[in-house]
């Protein structure tokens, strides 16, 4: 984004990078009495790395707030925007001051984000399982990521598993097929996916009958395949979706998978070190093969006004474009104070 190195507690604490954030922390101050003014003089004292814990406790969310703002790291994205919400050209006057510039590679977007349905993705999320995303396309500065998958039908189920196992035609059992693949299902999956190798030799068709019968009988036994295949009432309570990597541009895939890390109770199969903890909205994140796979209970969240979407339908998608801001109560009050004109 704009400075060259962390501020902070442990940071490098370049004096220009930290007359930056000192003024703008002040200007952030004189109108949040929960935040602290500061001299912008360059030094990272005691006064400086406590004035950027609070801004990270109360504004950016965090948890456990560290003291240290990272180029292009969420605290600066958060400190930037609250900045360019008091004026929007105050970010870029102070850093011409003290002789710092946006980074090419590193631009924040602030406009609508786009969410896209892909074709056999049903339109079932809530409103705050669609603002949980569109946060962390904030905090990545991304415009549009897909959605692939939301809640399955049996014969959802069957077409993606069985697509799935024949895609990997050199494996003879659910063993080499987990090794060839490099992640398995659970009981109940691999169960499914011995139907698909004990009937494959008699045609897709009969295959997949038998498939979607194996998921169906172990649904009335209480055993779940995927907890994309639930019931409506289920689904309701807890949203699970997943975000392809393809849909995410290339450049900003860390960042958005970053955001999501940060988000998310649980994370499976982690490829970069944790971010700080924020609030937390997502209770499990798979990081699999070809996507992001989320997990977001609704109990308990309340969502005060509703996302106006229109739609736009074409042989493959279904776009939602947001007309106006959402306001979330609670969970995401404060943040989307800050985060309003883009969310």
Known sequence: MYIKASVGTGGINITNDV???????THLAMQDMRLDTLTADGICGAKTKSAIATFQKNIVKLKTPDGRIDPNGRSEKTLIVSANNIDKSLTEKTAKKYGLAKSGTHEHHSGLKQIVYRAN???VL???STNVVKLAMSYAGIFKCDISSTLRTFDDQTRIMYNNCSSYPN???VSTLRAARGWGYAEAGRAVEAVYFAKKAEGETACKAAMKEKISSLYR???KVSLHCVSESDYKLRNVLDIPYSSVQTGKRQSF?????GMAKHIQNSRYTKPAQGDIYIDKLIIEDKCWHLEIPQTGKTIATSVETTKKTDKTANTIQPKKAVTLESTLNEIVDYFQRFL
């Not at 007359?19 to 922390?25: A, D, P, R, V």
């Open 221 to 223: 036994a209480g055993k």
């Open 19 to 25: 007359k930056f954030i000192q003024e703008l922390l």
């Open 171 to 173: 494996a003879t059992s």
């Open 257 to 261: 998978e970053r955001a999501l890390m």
């Open 121 to 123: 993705a049903r339109r």
């Open 126 to 128: 809530s409103d705050y």
